[in-house]
């Protein structure tokens, strides 16, 4: 996706939106965010293998849709990793989610990988 792609989002419940970002990992660092997705977020790495997302002034509440998608350049770099979602944190807009190895270790996202992060995301103030 470039940052011209559009994606239209209809939620039954009022003043949601979806989020979408891709992250590449640095190893023991924050990972970079591709530009163009990720608008609403940022992604900031705590210690190894622990991560936090900070969500943009109006979020209420934050859901993650769907399993986070790795991406490497060579797949066994992260062949059977998985994510681990804590819980959104409403007074500090904070979600921390935990990446952890083939071996259900703890692990940083090494460079040249990287996750694909969609959220849903509840809004403090309705618009118009």
Not at 57 to 66: E, I, L, P, S
Request: charged residues 20%; without cysteine; glycine residues 10%.
């Amino acid at each position: 996706m470039s940052s011209s792609d559009r994606y239209e989002y209809r939620s039954a419940e009022p003043e949601t939106d979806a989020l979408f970002g891709i992250i590449t990992g640095t190893g023991a660092a924050s990972p970079s965010m591709d530009s163009a997705l990720g608008n609403g977020f940022t992604v900031t790495w705590i210690s190894t293998g622990l991560y936090e997302i900070a969500f943009a002034v109006g979020t209420r509440r934050a859901v993650a849709t769907g399993k986070p998608g790795f991406w490497a350049t060579t797949i066994t770099d992260v062949d059977g990793w998985d994510v681990i979602f804590g819980v959104f944190n409403e007074s500090t807009r904070k979600l921390r989610f935990s990446v952890v190895n083939e071996a259900r270790t703890l692990s940083d996202l090494p460079a040249a990988t990287g996750l694909h992060l969609s959220f849903n995301v509840k809004k403090t103030t309705q618009r118009g």
